[in-house]
């Protein structure tokens, strides 16, 4: 059957560290995947999205990754900051862009 | 800026009551999406709409319809609303992927509570 999964569902780290965040899929053949923020009480807000022929995104301090074969994305947030901490979401291409499958979330809290 | 805005923000009803969800965006966008997100299951697709007047099922249709009359409004329809449809549900709309844009933009939500 066809799943989405995202690391554990509460990811805790110090600020000013490195929060490496997964999703992880199985029986999906998206050609994108896109990352959402979601903060309590509000819709996702988008932040990236990668191809499948493309290994790496950035944006200022995010950074994406996108492996095919091992049906994975990384969302890494460098230098984290206590504002950064919300709910991300991945979602998977499931009709080349029109429209998308989201992963269970993960909540990131970045302590001070 | 995009906007998309849903009708209520919180909404009580009864179990058997006919609910009506509304959603606008101002931004000229092809598709548009209804979900809803409950803890633990995450944001599940229940309809979306390419084009005025077109629908497709998403993941979990049963016991909601939709309506788009005019392209910048996409409205959700509990026929006979039931308890086990309590639940965040979140309008979000995209332009056309032929464009090569694919980003959602979504709604503030409307909590609904049946009674």
């Known amino acids: 059957s066809q799943k989405i999964e995202q690391n554990s569902e509460a990811l805790n780290i110090q600020e000013g560290k490195t929060a490496t965040l997964t999703c992880n899929y199985t029986n999906y053949s998206p050609a994108y995947l896109q990352w959402y923020r979601q903060d309590p009480g509000r819709g996702p807000v988008f932040l990236l999205l990668?191809?499948?022929?493309?290994k790496e995104k950035r944006k200022e301090r995010l950074k994406v990754t996108f492996d095919t074969t091992l049906k994975q994305s990384l969302f890494h947030i460098t230098a984290s900051q206590p504002a950064d901490s919300a709910t991300y979401l991945c979602a998977l291409d499931r009709e080349y862009g029109q429209n998308f499958v989201f992963g269970p979330g993960t909540r990131l809290s970045v302590l001070p | 800026d995009v906007k998309v805005t849903q009708s209520s923000r919180y909404l009580v009803k009864r179990t058997g009551e006919k609910v009506f969800l509304e959603c606008v965006q101002d931004?000229?966008?092809?598709?548009m999406f209804w979900y809803r997100q409950d803890p633990g299951l995450g944001l599940r697709l229940i309809y979306f709409?390419?084009?005025?007047?077109?629908?497709e099922k998403g993941d979990i249709p049963e016991g909601y319809s939709v309506s788009r009359e005019k392209k910048e409004r996409f409205s959700l329809i509990l026929e006979s609303a039931s308890t086990n449809q309590t639940s965040m549900y979140l309008c979000?709309?995209?332009?056309?992927?032929?464009?090569?844009?694919?980003?959602?933009?979504f709604g503030p939500g409307t909590r609904l509570t049946v009674t």
């Open positions: 709409s390419y084009d005025v007047k077109m629908k």
């Open positions: 990668i191809r499948e022929n493309e």
């Open positions: 979000a709309s995209s332009l056309d992927a032929v464009q090569g844009l694919y980003e959602q933009y």
């Open positions: 931004m000229d966008h092809e598709n």
